[in-house]
């Protein structure tokens, strides 16, 4: 084989080349004590950074052009102590409706009882202890069996349950901030996955007909999601994202025009179905779909207190 030759290789000057990375996007050095707005603002314009922004811009443009701004998630966002950060959002009414799974619940609940929740499920599993607290399945499950006599949705029932025991940290409460605000707040319950279902308080019929209700409740928002709405995606592997799969079907199928709004999703990991079913499939008619991987107690922080610095000075009333 003979040798290449490469004094004939074709070269040209680096400055005439369109290069990605440019020295106006570097990250610059912030002042010891400076305002979150300096550190916000110093971080590079480069890869997951420059995302951030992407997707606290579109959070603001929503708000301030009344769209819906849709936020689900799993258990394990509530157990990592982002609730109050959530609140805040929905008492703004920034974020317009929330989804969470059935587990959400329970450490929704647990919080607005007792300000503590997530036991030990490794030791309470040896002696058949684990997910046997007397006040979690009984409670709950009477608010759903309430609920469902009354043609309600799971998420409100339960919410109205906290508020109208007046349980000690009803603060701390998603459900019970969205039943005062009058926001959405759906569960997507799949049977056997919580705690609460263990029990013979547990009612399959209750729990089913309450969960239905919300995907329809869920239905309905996700068929405001177009033209300038977002969804974000927090942690939900699997439940979550199949369920807003379906929600986009149908609210497509009744003629609703769900296109041209911005998906995003944060987690530890990239998963199959936040991928598919919110990112990929929803954004194809139109769209932009956004996945940022990373911890939920360091992502949420950040993204709450960028989109609060980044509101109108007065927002519904309150000082920014």
Same mark, same amino acid.
């Given at each position: 084989?003979?040798?290449?030759?490469?004094?004939?290789? =074709?070269?040209?000057?680096?400055?005439?080349?369109?290069? @990605?990375?440019?020295?106006?996007?570097?990250?610059?050095?912030?002042? @010891?004590?400076?305002? !979150?707005?300096?550190?916000?603002?110093?971080?590079?314009?480069? &890869?997951?950074?420059?995302?951030?922004?992407?997707?606290?811009?579109?959070?603001?443009?929503?708000?301030?052009?009344?769209?819906?701004?849709?936020?689900?998630?799993?258990?394990?966002?509530? =157990?990592?102590?982002?609730?109050?950060?959530?609140?805040? &959002?929905?008492?703004?009414?920034?974020?317009?409706?929330?989804?969470?799974?059935?587990?959400?619940?329970?450490?929704?609940?647990?919080?607005?009882?007792?300000?503590s929740t997530s036991e030990d499920v490794a030791s309470a599993l040896a002696d058949g202890s684990f997910g046997m607290a007397e006040e979690t399945h009984s409670f709950i499950n009477a608010a759903i069996r309430q609920g469902a006599k009354k043609g309600w949705g799971l998420g409100y029932s339960v919410g109205a349950m906290?508020?109208?025991?007046?349980?000690?940290?009803? =603060?701390?409460?998603?459900?019970?901030?969205?039943?005062?605000?009058?926001?959405?707040?759906?569960?997507?319950?799949?049977?056997?996955?919580?705690?609460?279902?263990?029990?013979?308080?547990?009612?399959?019929?209750?729990?089913?007909?309450?969960?239905?209700?919300? !995907?329809?409740? &869920?239905?309905?928002?996700?068929?405001?999601?177009?033209?300038?709405?977002?969804?974000?995606?927090?942690?939900?592997?699997?439940?979550?994202?199949?369920?807003?799969?379906?929600?986009?079907?149908?609210?497509?199928?009744?003629?609703?025009?769900?296109?041209? !709004?911005?998906?995003?999703? !944060?987690?530890?990991?990239?998963?199959?179905?936040?991928?598919?079913?919110? &990112? =990929?499939?929803?954004?194809?008619?139109?769209?932009?779909?956004?996945?940022?991987?990373?911890?939920?107690?360091?992502?949420?922080?950040?993204?709450?207190?960028?989109?609060?610095?980044?509101?109108?000075?007065?927002?519904?009333?309150?000082?920014?």
């Amino acid at each position: 084989m003979p040798t290449l030759d490469f004094s004939k290789l =074709k070269t040209y000057p680096a400055n005439s080349r369109k290069s @990605k990375v440019n020295v106006d996007a570097f990250a610059r050095v912030g002042k @010891k004590g400076g305002s !979150f707005r300096q550190f916000y603002d110093s971080l590079p314009n480069i &890869l997951a950074a420059r995302d951030l922004r992407r997707v606290v811009d579109a959070i603001i443009r929503a708000h301030t052009g009344r769209k819906t701004v849709l936020l689900m998630f799993g258990a394990h966002v509530i =157990k990592v102590g982002l609730s109050p950060l959530l609140i805040e &959002l929905i008492r703004r009414r920034i974020v317009t409706a929330i989804a969470m799974n059935g587990a959400g619940v329970v450490h929704d609940f647990e919080l607005s009882l007792m300000g503590s929740t997530s036991e030990d499920v490794a030791s309470a599993l040896a002696d058949g202890s684990f997910g046997m607290a007397e006040e979690t399945h009984s409670f709950i499950n009477a608010a759903i069996r309430q609920g469902a006599k009354k043609g309600w949705g799971l998420g409100y029932s339960v919410g109205a349950m906290i508020v109208k025991r007046r349980l000690p940290q009803r =603060k701390m409460s998603l459900l019970a901030t969205c039943y005062q605000m009058g926001v959405s707040a759906t569960v997507h319950v799949a049977i056997g996955t919580d705690i609460i279902h263990q029990q013979s308080s547990a009612d399959g019929a209750a729990i089913g007909q309450t969960s239905l209700e919300d !995907f329809r409740k &869920l239905s309905g928002v996700v068929a405001t999601l177009g033209s300038g709405g977002v969804v974000g995606n927090l942690g939900s592997a699997v439940i979550l994202p199949e369920v807003f799969l379906k929600a986009v079907s149908i609210s497509r199928n009744l003629g609703f025009s769900v296109k041209d !709004f911005t998906a995003f999703d !944060f987690d530890m990991i990239r998963h199959y179905r936040p991928h598919e079913n919110v &990112l =990929k499939r929803p954004t194809l008619l139109g769209g932009t779909a956004i996945h940022i991987t990373g911890h939920h107690e360091i992502l949420i922080p950040l993204l709450a207190r960028a989109v609060l610095e980044q509101l109108p000075r007065k927002s519904n009333g309150r000082t920014a």
